[in-house]
């Protein structure tokens, strides 16, 4: 059974950092893209950022580009998402997403950025 | 980038009536090369992750059932409930994977009348 568990979600202020994680398991994990996409509490669907199968590519929105790195280990399965100069209007539920389109979701990580 | 816009914002059916949900992207997400329409339908229903419903916009992901269809191509696209049932009740998102940023409808709420 294909399973993404994400972690590291948590409360930082503005301003700080914050890594998520996403252990994938149940496929070949280097055979496939993978994407955060997250969700502002009451608000709709927001993609953040993909990377390719190999890690050789990577893509992100303007609204994080130069702040948040995506990247992934195949030896751990692990996708990762490093958030730097967090704001406030980064406070939401992070999901990991498998494929493109995103086939399969994680539970998500809630991460909440205040003082 | 290509702004995707879902209409109406909010839906009320009655139980076993069609349901019907449109996306209009700002620009075509037909990839000539392949003739694909690069956009999916997403269902989530409160406190769950979404969950794919229909992508290529119209082929069902396995599992889904086939009162969900999807139709439309370049601009304009349809996702329809043919007979709604009581578990469809859920917010319904398009989405465009044709070009980065992968962007997501507003999402349609859709209610039990």
């Known amino acids: 059974e294909v399973q993404l568990l994400e972690s590291g979600g948590d409360l930082v202020q503005p301003g700080g950092s914050l890594r998520l994680s996403c252990a994938a398991s149940?496929?070949?994990?280097?055979?496939?893209?993978m994407s955060w996409v997250r969700q502002a509490p009451g608000k709709g669907l927001e993609w953040v950022s993909s990377?390719?199968?190999?890690?050789?590519?990577?893509y992100y929105a303007d609204s994080v580009k130069g702040r948040f790195t995506i990247s992934r280990d195949t030896s751990r399965n692990t996708l990762y998402l490093q958030m730097n100069s967090l704001r406030a209007d980064d406070t939401a539920v992070y999901y990991c997403?498998?494929?493109?389109?995103?086939?399969?979701w994680g539970q998500g990580t809630l991460v909440t950025v205040s003082s | 980038d290509i702004v995707m816009t879902q209409s109406p914002d909010s839906l009320a059916v009655s139980l076993g009536e069609r349901a019907t949900i449109n996306c209009k992207s700002s620009?075509?997400?037909?990839?000539?090369?392949?003739?694909?329409?690069?956009l999916a339908w997403y269902q989530q229903k409160p406190g769950q992750p979404p969950k794919l419903l229909i992508y290529w916009a119209s082929t069902r992901e396995s599992g889904v059932p086939d009162r969900f269809s999807g139709s439309g191509s370049a601009t304009d696209f349809t996702l329809t409930i043919s007979s709604l049932q009581a578990e469809d009740v859920a917010v319904y998102y398009c989405q465009q994977y044709y070009s980065t940023p992968y962007t997501f409808g507003q999402g349609t709420k859709l209610e039990i009348k």
């Open positions: 620009q075509s997400v037909l990839y000539s090369s392949n003739n694909e329409n690069y």
């Open positions: 990377i390719s199968g190999s890690g050789g590519s990577t």
């Open positions: 997403a498998k494929d493109r389109p995103e086939k399969v």
């Open positions: 149940g496929f070949t994990f280097s055979s496939y893209a």
